[in-house]
Every structure is written in C-alpha cells, then in structure tokens.
C-alpha cells in the first residue's frame, strides 16, 4: 500500500483514486499518522458483500436462556466493629 501526505493526497486525488482502482488501497496521513484509506469501489463493493446482515449477526450470538450463572453463597468474612 502506498503512503500519501494529506497535502500531496489533496493535491493529487485523481491520481490517489487511479492508483486506489489499479494498485490498491492507498493510505492517506497527516502529520506522519496514518489517517485514511482510500479504496476502489471494486473493493469496498468486495468488503460490504463479506460483511453480511448486522440483524443476522446480533442473532447469532450465544442464546440468553442458554447461560447458566453461578454464583457462590459465601457471605465474606466477619468484621470486627
């Protein structure tokens, strides 16, 4: 992945776009921090297919009623007053 300064990103976005689509994602940073990502609209196209159903994904967890919690009866030690 190639590296741009928000400055040269700015500058030069339809060549940031072009290398997205043929190269890659293209990471974007400012002040040496990585910042963004820009990515084809093939890959994100890609990425959002994989992602699947967020209702699906909630439903899918560990069912409630199926936990069984113990929990230990020990009242702790006494306490002088």
Do not use: C, N
């Not at 290398?19 to 994100?44: K, N, T």
Request: glycine share 8%; proline share 4%.
């Amino acid at each position: 992945m190639a590296t741009w300064q928000l400055q040269d990103a700015k500058t030069r976005l339809d060549e940031v776009i072009e290398r997205a689509r043929a190269e890659g994602p293209q990471i974007i940073a400012r002040d040496g921090v990585e910042r963004a990502v820009v990515l084809s609209i093939e890959d994100d196209r890609a990425l959002a297919a994989d992602r699947g159903d967020f209702k699906a994904y909630l439903l899918s967890g560990p069912k409630v009623d199926e936990f069984s919690i113990g929990r230990d009866h020990d009242t702790g030690r006494a306490v002088d007053p």
